[in-house]
C-alpha cells in the first residue's frame, strides 16, 4: 500500500507492506540502522516520537503511518529539545548506557513535552525500556531536572520575544 | 576511521545467516533450491581462505564446514536483494546432519591446582572440627540478545571496506586478511558505535565482516550481513570444604571450581590464575587447596562477559563465608570481623595487604543498610512463618579487586616499552600496547606533569604497527591500569635522568619489572549488600534495595565511575533473574584511599559482589537451590512444589 508520511521532517510516500512495522521501515527503507528491531521481543530501544508522543516504533504497523510525523533519534539529538535533556544528564550526574541513550531520550522527551511529573506516571512510560542501567530515582529526577531547564528557557525566551 | 560510502540499498546484497540448532552433529547435505544470480549460498567450502579466525592461541571456524560443533553454528550465509527474500529462500534451504562424536578436549589445559600447608582435620581427634560445605553455580548461558546489528562489506577502488560494530577492530581486518586474502593495508574499518555489556562485539563480529566480504567479492556488490548479538557467558561450578574448630574459625579448606567455557577456549590458563585469584579466601588457613579444571561442552564459546574467572571466583567464596557465619549463627558482616585479621595473607596470586579499607567499606554498608538487624530478623521469620517462609533475604558481599592481567601472562605476552626524553625536550613513548584514545590521553597527562611542564603536547606516543591491539574489550583494557603505573615510575626516573646525563637519554621498561612474585596486584575494594522480597503472587525475585561502598586508590572521575558502578550493579542483579521494582532504592558511596595506585576494573569487582551477594539474599530467602542462577521463578516455584 502507499503511505504518506513525514520522517525526520522529509515528506515521503512509501509502498510497502501495510503490517511491515515502523522499526524495518526505518531501517531498511530509510536506512536508520540505529533503530534496533527486536521481533516484537519489546525490548524498548526503538521509540521514536510519532506526533510528539513516544512509542516503540517495533509496535507500529506500516499503515498506521499515514498522515503521521516520525521524528527518530537521529534528528531529534541536532534539536534545543536533545540539549535540556543532555543538561539534566550533567546535572543530576545521570546518564543512560550508549545500548538505550536514543530510546530513554525520546521517552523523556515526550514526558518533558507534556510535563509529566508525576513519578508513577513517569516509571510507567520508561518502563518501556528493558535496558536497566538506570535506577528509578535516577530516571524520574532526570525527566523533573529536564522540565525544570526547559521551562526556564521558556521564560527567558518568552522575555526577549 | 574513513567516512562510509552512501551506496544506494537497492544496489546492495542483504545477508542472513543460517544456524544448526544441534551441536555434535555432522553435516552430510545442504540441499537448497535453485537460485538466481541474485541470490548467493555461502558454506564452510565456498570460504577462498582458511575458515577460521584467531584469538591470543585459540582458533574459532567461521562457517561449520563438516562438523557442527556447538548448538547453534552458523552452518551457511544467504545473500539475497532484500531481507525478506532471504528469509523466505531460507525457509527452503534444508541441512541434514548425522550424529557425530567431537572432540575439542585438545585444547583443555590441565587444572590449575594451588595451596598451601599439610593440615589434615580428619586425622584431628573426632569432634574437634565441623566440615561445611556449599556449592555455587552459574549456568552456562548463550542466548541471542534482542539487540539487531549489521556488518557491511563493499568494494571502493582497490579498498574493501568494512563497517561494524566492533570491540577490536583488528581482529576484523586480520580475519578478513586470513579468510579472503586482501592485503590488509587495502582493508579499511569504519566503527560503529556499540555497547557490548557482556562483550557480544568482540569475536562475532570478526565471522561476520569475512562472509560479507567474500560475498562483496563474489558479487561485486556491497553485502550486508544482518543478526542479533549473541550473548554467551561460561557455566560455573564451584564446590568446597571447609573444617572449622569449635569456635567457627576455619582451619582448613578444599575447593574445586569447574569452567564450562563452551566449544571452544579463549585464554583459559589465563582464565584459571584469574579465578585462582578469587577463589582464595580472606581468612587464615592452616591448609587451603585450590584447583581449576575448564572443561569444553556443545555450548556457543564464551566470550569474557566483563570479567575473566575472577568475579565469579570471588563471588563464590563470598557465598561460601556467609555459610560459614551461618554455621556459627553470626550474621556474615561479624563472623568475617571476627575471623579475618588484620592484613590478607600472602600468597602467589595476591600480596599481603592491610584490610582496614575493606573493612570500613564493610562497616559503612552494614550500618546504613541496618544489616545485622534485617539479618536476623529474616533469619528468626524465616522459622517461624511456616511452609512458604518469610521469602527475604538480604545478602553481603565483600572483597578486593585486581588490577591487570597476570603475571605470568605480561611476562609470555611480551608488552614491553621505552620512553625518551629527547635533545628538543620532547618525551616518545615506544610500545606495542592497547592505544585506546582516552587512556593514550591519560598517560600524555601524567608523562607532560613530570617531564615537559604540563604539556601534553610535547609527549608523543609511537605508532603501534600492526601487530598491536587498537581497541580491545574492557576486560583487556584492565592491563591498562598496571601499565599506567609503570608508566609513571619509568617518567619519574627519567625526570632525574634527564638532569644528569646527555640527551637524549632513553629508558627501557617491561612486564617483567613489576608485581614479581606475585599474579595480581590489588587494585580497590568494596562491600555489596542487596535486599530481596521473592513476589508472592508469581514467585519472583525482587530486588528492593542495595547498598553498596568502594574504595580505590585514585579516582579519575567519580561522577562517571560512580555511574559506571551503578549500572555495573543494576546490570548484573537484572542478568541473574531478580526484577528490579519502580521503588527500587540504591545507595553507593565511593572513596578515594589516596595512595595514588593503580585503579583496574572497578565493574569486574563490582560484579562479583554484586552475584555474590545476590546469592546470598537468595539462599536466605528460598534456600540454597534458588541460590544456583539466573534465577527465575519458575525455578523458585520449583522448589516449594517440592
Redesign the interface.
Known amino acids: 500500500m502507499k503511505i504518506d508520511c513525514t520522517i525526520d521532517g522529509k515528506t515521503l510516500t512509501l509502498s510497502l507492506n501495510s503490517d511491515k512495522p515502523l522499526s524495518l521501515i526505518l531501517?531498511?527503507n530509510i536506512?536508520i540502522?540505529s533503530i534496533?528491531?527486536?521481533n516484537g521481543?519489546v525490548?524498548g530501544?526503538c521509540a521514536v516520537l510519532l506526533d510528539g508522543k513516544a512509542v516503540l516504533s517495533c509496535l507500529v504497523p506500516a499503515f498506521e503511518l499515514n498522515g503521521k510525523e516520525v521524528i527518530t533519534f537521529e534528528a531529534f539529538q541536532r534539536t534545543r529539545g536533545m540539549k535540556d535533556i543532555e543538561k539534566a544528564y550533567e546535572m543530576t550526574?545521570?546518564?543512560p548506557?550508549?545500548?538505550c541513550y536514543a530510546s530513554r531520550s525520546m521517552i523523556f522527551e515526550s514526558l518533558i513535552a507534556e510535563g509529566v511529573t508525576d513519578r508513577?506516571e513517569i516509571?510507567k512510560q520508561l518502563?518501556l525500556v528493558?535496558c536497566?542501567?538506570?535506577?528509578?530515582?535516577?530516571e524520574v529526577n532526570v525527566v523533573l531536572k529536564a522540565i525544570e531547564i526547559r521551562r526556564k528557557r521558556n521564560v527567558r525566551r518568552s522575555q526577549f520575544a | 576511521m574513513a567516512d562510509r560510502k552512501n551506496f544506494s540499498?537497492y544496489n546492495m546484497r542483504c545477508g542472513i545467516l543460517i544456524h544448526v540448532p544441534q551441536g555434535g552433529v555432522r553435516i552430510t547435505r545442504i540441499n537448497a533450491p535453485e537460485m538466481d544470480s541474485r541470490f548467493l549460498l555461502l558454506t564452510g567450502n565456498d570460504m577462498p581462505g582458511d575458515d577460521s579466525f584467531s584469538i591470543f592461541s585459540s582458533s574459532f571456524p567461521i562457517i561449520a564446514k563438516e562438523t557442527v560443533a556447538y548448538n547453534g553454528q552458523v552452518a551457511a550465509a544467504l545473500f539475497a536483494p532484500?531481507?525478506e527474500s532471504a528469509v523466505l529462500m531460507a525457509n527452503d534451504i534444508r541441512i541434514e546432519t548425522e550424529e557425530a562424536g567431537t572432540d575439542t578436549e585438545d585444547s583443555v589445559p590441565y587444572p590449575l591446582e594451588y595451596g598451601w600447608g599439610d593440615f589434615n582435620p580428619e586425622e584431628e581427634e573426632e569432634g574437634k572440627y565441623r566440615k561445611v560445605e556449599s556449592s555455587f553455580s552459574l549456568a552456562h548461558t548463550a542466548a541471542r540478545g534482542?539487540?539487531?546489528y549489521?556488518v557491511t562489506a563493499w568494494i571502493e577502488g582497490a579498498n574493501l571496506h568494512i563497517e561494524a560494530p566492533s570491540e577490536w577492530p583488528e581482529l576484523i581486518r586480520d580475519t578478513v586478511e586470513h579468510v579472503t586474502g586482501y592485503p590488509k593495508r587495502n582493508i579499511v574499518m569504519h566503527l560503529?558505535?556499540?555497547?557490548a555489556?557482556n562483550d557480544e562485539f568482540l569475536l562475532e563480529p570478526a565471522a561476520l565482516a569475512a562472509i560479507s566480504a567474500t560475498a562483496t567479492i563474489r558479487t561485486g556488490l556491497p553485502c550486508e550481513l544482518r543478526t542479533?548479538t549473541l550473548y554467551s557467558h561460561p557455566g560455573i561450578s564451584v564446590k568446597r570444604e571447609t573444617w572449622i574448630d569449635d569456635e567457627g574459625k576455619p582451619a582448613s579448606e578444599k575447593v574445586v571450581m569447574t569452567v564450562d567455557q563452551g566449544a571452544f577456549t579463549i585464554l583459559p590458563e589465563e582464565y584459571q590464575r584469574q579465578a585462582c585469584a578469587g577463589l582464595i579466601p580472606p581468612y587464615p588457613l592452616k591448609s587451603f587447596k585450590a584447583a581449576v579444571k575448564v572443561t569444553t561442552s556443545l555450548n556457543a564459546p564464551a566470550a569474557f562477559a566483563l570479567s575473566l574467572g575472577y568475579s565469579e571466583a570471588l563471588a563464590s567464596t563470598e557465598y561460601h563465608i556467609s555459610r560459614l557465619a551461618e554455621k556459627t549463627e553470626l550474621t556474615p558482616y561479624l563472623y568475617r570481623a571476627s575471623v579475618e585479621k588484620e592484613k590478607r595473607r600472602f600468597t602467589d596470586y595476591l600480596p599481603g595487604f592491610d584490610l582496614d579499607d575493606q573493612k570500613k567499606t564493610a562497616e559503612t554498608v552494614a550500618s546504613r543498610s541496618s544489616y545485622n538487624r534485617k539479618w536476623a530478623a529474616n533469619s528468626f521469620h524465616k522459622r517461624d512463618f511456616g511452609i512458604m517462609g518469610y521469602l527475604r533475604g538480604i545478602g553481603f558481599a565483600s572483597g578486593t579487586g585486581i588490577a591487570g592481567f597476570s603475571t605470568t601472562f605480561r611476562k609470555s605476552s611480551g608488552f614491553g616499552a621505552m620512553m625518551t626524553y629527547t635533545q628538543k625536550h620532547n618525551v616518545i613513548v615506544n610500545t606495542s600496547y592497547i592505544n585506546h584514545p582516552g587512556t593514550v590521553r591519560r598517560w600524555k597527562k601524567s608523562i607532560a606533569d613530570r617531564l615537559t611542564d604540563g604539556m601534553p603536547d610535547k609527549v608523543a606516543f609511537s605508532d603501534h604497527g600492526n601487530d598491536s591491539m587498537d581497541i580491545g574489550p574492557d576486560v583487556l583494557s584492565r592491563i591498562v591500569a598496571s601499565f599506567s603505573s609503570q608508566l609513571d615510575n619509568a617518567a619519574k626516573k627519567l625526570a632525574v635522568l634527564k638532569e644528569e646525563e646527555a640527551l637524549p637519554v632513553s629508558l627501557k621498561f617491561d612486564a617483567e619489572d613489576s608485581y614479581y612474585p606475585c599474579e595480581f596486584e590489588n587494585a580497590g575494594c568494596g562491600t555489596v549488600v542487596c535486599e530481596i522480597s521473592i513476589r508472592q503472587s508469581d514467585m519472583k525475585p525482587v530486588a528492593t534495595a542495595l547498598w553498596a561502598a568502594f574504595s580505590f586508590p585514585s579516582i579519575l572521575e567519580a561522577?562517571s565511575l560512580?555511574?559506571s558502578l551503578?549500572?555495573t550493579l543494576?546490570?548484573t542483579?537484572?542478568e541473574f533473574g531478580a526484577e528490579?521494582?519502580?521503588?527500587?532504592?540504591?545507595n553507593i558511596d565511593i572513596s578515594s584511599a589516596g595512595s595514588g595506585g593503580a585503579l583496574s576494573s572497578p565493574q569486574e569487582l563490582a560484579r562479583g559482589l554484586a552475584i555474590g551477594a545476590l546469592s546470598d539474599a537468595l539462599m536466605q530467602a528460598a534456600g540454597k537451590e534458588a541460590a544456583a542462577l539466573p534465577t527465575s521463578s519458575s525455578i523458585i516455584e520449583e522448589l516449594f512444589r517440592k
Open positions: 531501517r531498511e536506512g540502522d534496533n528491531h527486536c521481543k525490548c530501544l550526574g545521570a546518564t548506557c550508549n545500548s508513577s516509571l518502563s528493558k536497566r542501567c538506570m535506577t528509578p530515582d535516577d | 540499498r532484500d531481507y534482542m539487540r539487531l549489521t560503529v558505535p556499540y555497547t555489556r542479533e561522577e560512580r555511574n551503578k549500572r543494576m546490570m542483579l537484572s528490579i521494582p519502580m521503588d527500587f532504592q540504591m
